[in-house]
């Protein structure tokens, strides 16, 4: 099956610092990855459709010039959290679809801001 | 606009008697449907879709779900649960006529719990 990877799985930051999560498709080409977060027991909040080789599309109320969504290869897109303050902390979750219609996701990332 | 509707927070289950999970969606035209499972501090794991065809789905670890055009449901559901069935479960829709535009509108999750 599809299997998509995102590293690190946990990091821990200071206040201010920027940090940047991989997400990777292992074994298929993917033109379009999305990007989640997640709070505690609740839903899953898209953030922004990253597609190869364009700018990404972010969400209504996210901030492009925080949040930065880079998708350089068709197995490579990456979300760098700048500037983090300990709101950003949270489970960010990494898509990308495969075929039209089959959407594989990453195992996660927990960020906590100290 | 799409949306997912779970309507119980949590399921309890006694181990080996069957489960379900509710789902209802709302799409404008015709829809492709999701179910998927996440464990805890995980990503989510697909467990099956609904695009056409026939209505039972069956999908992974003896999951199958039910697609009901005219009560715009797609319960998932299990014949005999097992404590590892535990996990939170999300359905999921896009809407078939968007194309390759159309994004996964979650539903907010239900808490499987699966008891001895």
């Known amino acids: 099956g599809a299997v998509v990877s995102q590293h690190p799985s946990r990091v821990i930051c200071k206040s201010g610092t920027s940090v940047k999560i991989e997400c990777r498709s292992l074994d298929f080409q993917a033109t379009t990855m999305f990007w989640y977060r997640q709070f505690p027991k609740q839903s899953l909040m898209l953030m922004a459709t990253s597609n190869e080789g364009s700018k990404a599309t972010y969400e209504q109320g996210v901030e492009k010039d925080k949040f930065l969504i880079n998708h350089a290869s068709l197995t490579l897109s990456t979300l760098t959290v700048t500037s983090a303050h300990p709101e950003d902390s949270s489970f960010y979750i990494c898509s990308a679809r495969w075929r039209a219609y089959e959407q594989y996701f990453g195992p996660g990332t927990r960020l906590t801001v100290t | 606009a799409q949306s997912v509707a779970q309507p119980e927070d949590q399921v309890n289950v006694a181990e080996g008697n069957p489960l379900t999970v509710k789902c209802t969606y709302s799409?404008?035209?015709?829809?492709?449907l999701f179910w998927y499972v996440q464990y805890p501090n995980r990503g989510l794991q697909f467990l099956l879709k609904y695009i056409t065809g026939d209505n039972l789905v069956k999908g992974s670890y003896g999951f199958e779900a039910e697609f009901n055009k005219s009560q715009t449901s797609f319960h998932l559901k299990k014949p005999s649960a097992l404590v590892s069935d535990s996990a939170l479960y999300f359905c999921a829709v896009r809407d078939f006529y968007a194309g390759t535009a159309s994004k996964l509108t979650f539903g907010t999750g239900t808490r499987l719990q699966v008891t001895l």
């Open positions: 799409v404008s035209g015709n829809p492709y």
